[in-house]
């Protein structure tokens, strides 16, 4: 009888298990009340290009990783899709509503400034809208290092060619500026996170952070990449001796947490070593919880027999 009791209480907790899963993923895709006065709410900040420009950035921030790069719902997290007809359905105040308030696993952005909201708004509801990559115009980018005075500037220049072979600059276009990271599978900013615009000579200046490590040579790998949604996507890469030398043991002795070594912090061998341990336990522990059910279910069917 003891062991027929436990294996309905296992039952009992896998099938809640299972209910509970799925009423959380119920909740997460249920309808979303919204308050008669919020929905009514006009959108004060018009669909501009710089409006749908910032949009963009900040969704590709705070949302894409759930929402994915198209709005569909399908990023790292299952989400809502961005683009169905029920939702863009809903008035701009709804989604603003929304965004603002949050639920579930979905944060509150109340703390972002109001029309930042309403910029991503005014983006997802472009998401809908399919662009053919043919529409898109092209534009290079430069880039420029300067060294004078003591302060060390990067300038990126953005042109393209206009319909009668010409030259132009571009202004108004917004470049992003990083440097490649020590294993070139990514790129680390090396600004403010203010966005960076083309004046009317189509150039930007910022200043560079000399504390960035390079190679054994100091040398670092500047990129400018321009960010438009009228543009093909374009970038530059430069390199530069603006670095700090990295020392040749920096990433095979210093940075190697499997090493015991002198450049590896106590406090965090020490904490790799208790999650490890723990780790194990519940392991171990888990298979005991196994072995016993194994054993009792043995015992129950020698009882069932006899």
Known sequence: MKMKRNILTVATLVVAFIFSGSSAVAQDFALWPVPDEA??????????????????????????ACHGESGKGDGLIKSADLTTPEFLAQTDGAIHYKIHQGRGVMPSFSTLPDEQLWDLVNY????SM?????DLKDATVSIYFNDADGQRELTAKVEETNAEGQVVPVAGMKVNFAVKTH?????LPIVAATDHYTNDNGTVTVAFDDTLIGDAKGVLHVVASIEDMDYAPAQVTEAVEWGKPNPEDYWTDRRA????NEYVPLWLLISFTVSALGIWLIIGYVALLARKIKLEGDRYE?????
């Not at 294993?183 to 790129?187: D, K, L, M």
């Not at 947490?257 to 015991?260: A, E, Q």
């Not at 020698?302 to 006899?306: E, M, S, Y």
């Open 302 to 306: 020698n009882d069932v027999n006899t």
């Open 130 to 134: 399919v662009r053919d990559s043919a």
């Open 183 to 187: 294993f070139e599978v990514g790129f």
């Open 39 to 64: 929905a009514a709410v006009e959108n004060p900040v018009a669909p501009t290009k710089e409006s749908l420009q910032s949009g963009k950035s900040l969704f590709d921030l705070q949302c894409k």
């Open 124 to 127: 997802v509801r472009s998401l």
């Open 257 to 260: 947490l499997w090493k015991n």
